[in-house]
């Protein structure tokens, strides 16, 4: 695996591929996230991200484990103000990018360089522009 353009001492970001990913060991994640505390990155979620990954077939020992391991951000009310800015500065409805938009402002508010692991780069491009690194996974 090659090495991202993030720098050390930043923060690795997991959207809801990115975090299932992780629970189910991905080869992929699995050495991004050693890579992140290789180079001291903090590695977060957003809490949002828990409604898209908590479902009846998930791994729960093995998502307990992962998320024991990633620091949860709480949706706060400055992060939701953030997330609907963010939407309507990229013409994007919540009712559809909602959650796309909690992640991006919870990534945008943490200690750069961030970089964010996720399936959807486009929208997450969309929403942050080039303030974040965005891997797809």
Known sequence: MTRSPAAPGGTLVLDSEGLAKAVRR???V???LALARADDFRVITSAAILVEVVHPRVN???LEWTLSRLVIE???EPIARHAAT???DAGLHGHKYAIDAMLSATALAAPGPVTVLTSDPEDLAALCGARVTVIKV
């Open 26 to 28: 991905d080869r992929t």
């Open 86 to 88: 963010l939407l309507s």
């Open 60 to 62: 729960r020992p093995a």
């Open 74 to 76: 709480p949706v706060t």
């Open 30 to 32: 699995t050495a991004w």
